[in-house]
C-alpha cells in the first residue's frame, strides 16, 4: 500500500465532481512531485491494459465499428499475456482474420479515462502497425458490440475521421507523422 501525501481537492472519490466543474476537457495539476500526486489521482481509478494495432494489406487498412463508432481493433491483456501476443489474439477474433498477422513494429502507448457502470477507468493501450497477408474475408465479432469490418483504402478513411473517438483520430494522426508513407498515405515496407 502507497503511503501518498493528501492533495487537498484532488481525492480520487472527487473525480467526476471536477470534471464536471472544468469547461474544457483538459486537466492540469501542479504539485513538487507529479509522479506521486499522479499515482494518488488514479489510485481509485480500474486499470485496464490493452493493445492493437494499425492492420495494414496492400494498400487497405482494416477498421471496425463497435457501438456506432470507427475504431481501430484493439483488446484487454489476458494475464500473462505480453503486449504483442495481445494485439494479435485480439485483432484476429474481433475481425475473423485467418490469415498470417504480424508486427511490423510497436507504434505507441496511449493513456485515456472513461466512467464505465459509474467507475473510474485508466486504459493504457500498446498500439503497433502489422501486416496482414491472407484472405480478406472478415467476421466482426458481434458480442464486441463490432457490427463492420472493413478493408479501407486512403481515398476512404474520411468517413472513419468523420465518426471516430479523438483518441482513434490521434493514433491515426501520430502514425501519419512518424511513418514513412507511401503515395496512398501507407507505410512503405
Known sequence: MLNLPKYEGLEPQNFQELKESLVAPVYQF?????KSAMKYFFSNFRKIKAAGGIVKSGNEQL???RNGKWDIPK???EKGEKPRETAIREIQEECGLKGNLTIESKLLKTYHCYFMFDQSVLKKTTWFVLNYEGSKNVEAQAEEGITEVVWLKKNQLSKVKNNTFSSVRDVLEYYK???KVDNLGFLKI
Open 177 to 179: 507523422t512518424v511513418s
Open 63 to 65: 477498421f471496425i465499428k
Open 75 to 77: 483488446g484487454k491483456m
Open 30 to 34: 501542479v504539485s513538487p512531485n507529479p
